[in-house]
């Protein structure tokens, strides 16, 4: 009896994805860049361009620890992105403090 498959069927090897499956965070090594990157987004209106930073801080850590293959930035969309804050992100951190207290230090 075939239970559920055709009886003179051969057996498949799948095979994973080039992109888009990699193993997911379970120790948590990588969730205070992915936190600073959702805050970033929600501060911004979900516009990803403010945030590219932290995308890119985010995929460095990931790519690091080994929870995804190492890439080119360019490949990843992220290859004009320096290191350093986007203006836009840290406007929109100073008006979020300025509405609690004042400036970040």
Known sequence: MSFGRPGAA????PTPPDRGSFPLDHEGECKEMMKTYLKCLKSNGNKGTACRTGAKAYLDCRMQRGLMD???W????LGGVDDTPSTSAIDSDNKSSSKSGGPKT
Do not use: I, P
Request: net charge neutral.
């Open 10 to 13: 051969t057996l498949l090897n």
């Open 74 to 77: 360019k490949n990843l969309g």
């Open 70 to 72: 190492r890439d080119e």
